[in-house]
């Protein structure tokens, strides 16, 4: 799974500030999915893209959070006014279809809010 | 109650040991079922995917489903202190790979 690349891979942010985690999937992969795992807790899905389009953000929380997946360029999963209760592993997995079992995961981006 | 209960441990055993490691689930619907492994400060990789009742071995890792309980498995014979990881079972839908339901994890170390 060494092709999902994230970074960076810690980021520390004082409260108010804002977070930005990058994804580049593997290559000839088109399917991105953001995860996020809480000290204690599984893995819970926030967000999954296609290229250029939010296809499913049922687990994105309502407020401060945003993701993208530009035309050029890697996915972005942005968090403003960042809180203590963000601090989390931020996990992104890729995929070369939906329609798959297999989901390539990232080292993940360990985000610390001071 | 959550959708997917796995007993978080930590389980500790000695080389060449057999680990089971064990979730439940309340939604009948789902229709596929995998374990990932997560070493520390890593991503989760794929271990066994299976899709029916049943069993699926795969080296030293055997993968069973029993779907009319709700409940599977994934044994691991001759265990390494290489396997000490976190193990993750991991659910989803029929026709949708977008959202995986997550256990939260047993965390397994296996002593030389």
């Known amino acids: 799974n060494a092709g999902v690349m994230q970074n960076p891979r810690h980021l520390v942010r004082r409260r108010g500030q804002e977070a930005r985690l990058r994804c580049s999937p593997m290559?000839?992969?088109?399917?991105v999915y953001w995860y996020r795992q809480l000290p204690e807790e599984g893995l819970k899905f926030m967000v999954y893209?296609?290229?250029?389009?939010?296809?499913?953000e049922s687990g994105m929380p309502k407020e401060r959070f945003s993701a993208e997946f530009p035309k050029e360029g890697p996915s972005i999963l942005r968090i403003q006014q960042v809180v203590r209760g963000d601090s989390a592993a931020y996990f992104c997995?890729?995929?070369?279809?939906?329609?798959?079992?297999?989901?390539?995961f990232g080292e993940g981006s360990r985000l610390t809010v001071l | 109650q959550k959708e997917v209960e796995q007993d978080p441990g930590p389980l500790s055993v000695p080389e060449g040991a057999i680990v089971s490691l064990n979730c439940t689930y309340s939604?009948?619907?789902?229709?596929?079922f995998m374990w990932y492994r997560q070493y520390s400060r890593k991503g989760p990789e794929l271990l066994m995917y299976?899709?029916?009742?049943g069993n699926k071995e795969d080296g030293r890792f055997t993968a069973q489903v029993d779907k009319s309980s709700k409940y599977i498995s994934l044994f691991i014979r001759d265990s390494q202190p290489s396997d000490s990881a976190t193990y993750l079972c991991?659910?989803?839908?029929?026709?949708?790979?977008?959202?995986?339901?997550f256990g939260s994890g047993t965390q397994l170390t296996v002593l030389p």
């Open positions: 997995a890729s995929s070369d279809r939906e329609e798959t079992g297999e989901l390539f």
């Open positions: 290559k000839g992969h088109s399917h």
């Open positions: 893209l296609q290229k250029e389009n939010i296809i499913d």
């Open positions: 939604n009948s619907a789902f229709q596929y």
């Open positions: 299976t899709y029916s009742s």
């Open positions: 991991a659910l989803r839908l029929s026709g949708s790979a977008r959202q995986l339901t």
